[in-house]
């Protein structure tokens, strides 16, 4: 899928090794999360072990485009490594975090962007690519899917986007999406209520033409 291509290794090996680890439990997220803060890559590394797959299933979401996917869950972990001074954890999870960063990533996508990443990924390749989703019987079938529902879902304002793909779809609780948007947590919840009524008025409107 992807990989932390990119990350300057050098850099982080600067910082010395990692106290997660070196530790002989699992570490949790605020271990990784000290670590990353002191320049540890193998704090990241094992935050993209963990949370990757995760954040690649909302990328798609929010692009209808698995190789747009790879790309954007590629830049939230390099823009994750670029800010780690920033990092944070919420509920003792660095997921909202890193869902923060994707759904900026996803947002900035330009639509040129998508248009061209999406050709490339139509494109014929000399290797197989594993298929990333359970139970979905082709990526062309998925991506289809995924376009006709983000179609009713981008007539929302963008706002209303977010909070509806991190609460409905990622299952982030109203606590962890507000700490992800960086918002109160009661505008989680009116934005929610609006985006889910708004997109049953969409969808009722669009089965009848």
């Known amino acids: ?40 890559s193998a704090a990241l590394g094992i935050l993209f072990d963990r949370y990757s797959d995760r954040i690649y299933n909302y990328c798609f979401r929010r692009t209808a485009s698995w190789d747009v996917a790879e790309d954007a869950t ?3 972990f390099l823009e994750a490594w670029k800010s780690r001074d920033r990092t944070q954890v919420y509920d003792e999870s660095a997921l909202p975090w890193l869902y923060g960063i994707a759904t900026n990533v996803c947002r900035n996508l ?22 990333h989703a359970d139970g979905v019987a082709t990526r ?9 529902l983000l179609a009713a879902i981008r007539e929302l304002p963008q706002r ?16 962890q999406a507000a700490a992800a948007l960086d918002v109160p947590i009661g505008t989680v919840r009116s934005r929610l209520a609006r985006a889910r009524k708004r997109l049953a008025a969409i969808t009722e409107k669009r089965d009848q033409s």
């Open 110 to 131: 330009s639509r040129k962007q998508r248009r061209h990443l999406y050709a490339v990924g139509r494109l014929p390749r000399e290797r197989d690519v594993p298929d």
């Open 74 to 76: 590629s830049a939230t």
């Open 140 to 148: 062309v079938d998925d991506e289809r899917r995924m376009s006709e």
């Open 1 to 40: 899928m992807t990989s932390l291509e990119g990350i300057d290794m050098a850099e982080a090996a600067a910082g010395g090794p990692s106290r997660s680890a070196n530790a002989s439990r699992s570490p949790t997220d605020s271990d990784l999360v000290a670590d990353l803060r002191d320049g540890s």
């Open 160 to 175: 209303d986007q977010d909070v509806l793909v991190l609460v409905a779809w990622s299952g982030l609780s109203y606590e």
